[in-house]
Structure formats: structure tokens, C-alpha cells
Nanobody, 124 residues
Framework: QEQLVESGGGLVQAGGSLRLSCAAS????????MGWFRQAPGKEREFVAS????????YYTDSVKGRFTISRDNAKNTVYLQMNSLKPEDTAVYYC?????????????????WGQGTQVTVSS
């Protein structure tokens, strides 16, 4: 059974850092673009970042550029999201997702496998 499991969420003060991990199991996702989305209370789920299967390309939503970094270790079948300079508006449930395509994937429609989410709360 294909599965994505996120970890690393928690409570942090504004300006702090967190590193999210997404461990994949059931099959290898090294041939797929991987991404992170988030959903804040009362809001729709939004794209945060993605990385191509070959690791050469990354994409970010404007609000996290320069603060968040997505990376992947295909040998470990794991994707990471390093989040620095966190702001209260980054508070959300963060979801890892695997795409059905190899390269540019930035919308929900590009992704077909989802994790259960991990809560990130940034206090002011």
C-alpha cells in the first residue's frame, strides 16, 4: 500500500525554524515530483513547494520564497521541507504529496497520493 507519512510539525515561536519530513512507503517515488501543501483553518489547501523527480527544479509559492527549502533523498524515499523565519501566518496543517508527473507540479490536480498531514503552529 502506497503511503506518505509526515513528521516534524509542532509549536514554534515566530522567527523560529522547523524541518518537516515525509517518508514514503509501499513503492518508490523517485520517478515522481513531490510537493508540500498546507491548509490553514477556514481556508482552502494551498501549494507551498515542490521538487522535480531529478531534483534539479524546485518551485515555491511567493509567500515562502527565501524562507522555505524543499529537498529530497531518493535513496531514503524521503522529502523534506526546511522552514525558517516562520511567521504566524504559516500556521496550518502541512501535507506531503506525490505527483503523477516527473517535473513541474504545482497544483493539487498534479498530485495523486497524499499524506495525513502534520500540524505547524507559529506563535507571535
Amino acid at each position: 500500500q502506497e503511503q506518505l507519512v509526515e513528521s516534524g510539525g509542532g509549536l514554534v515561536q515566530a522567527g523560529g525554524s522547523l524541518r518537516l519530513s515525509c517518508a514514503a512507503s509501499g513503492r518508490t517515488f523517485r520517478g515522481n515530483a513531490m510537493g508540500w501543501f498546507r491548509q490553514a483553518p477556514g481556508k482552502e489547501r494551498e501549494f507551498v513547494a515542490s521538487i522535480s523527480a531529478n531534483v534539479l527544479s524546485t518551485y515555491y509559492t511567493d509567500s515562502v520564497k527565501g524562507r522555505f527549502t524543499i529537498s529530497r533523498d531518493n535513496a531514503k524515499n524521503t522529502v523534506y521541507l526546511q522552514m525558517n523565519s516562520l511567521k504566524p501566518e504559516d500556521t496550518a496543517v502541512y501535507y506531503c504529496a506525490a505527483s503523477s508527473i516527473r517535473f513541474r507540479a504545482t497544483t493539487e490536480a498534479d498530485f495523486d497520493t497524499w499524506g495525513q498531514g502534520t500540524q505547524v503552529t507559529v506563535s507571535s
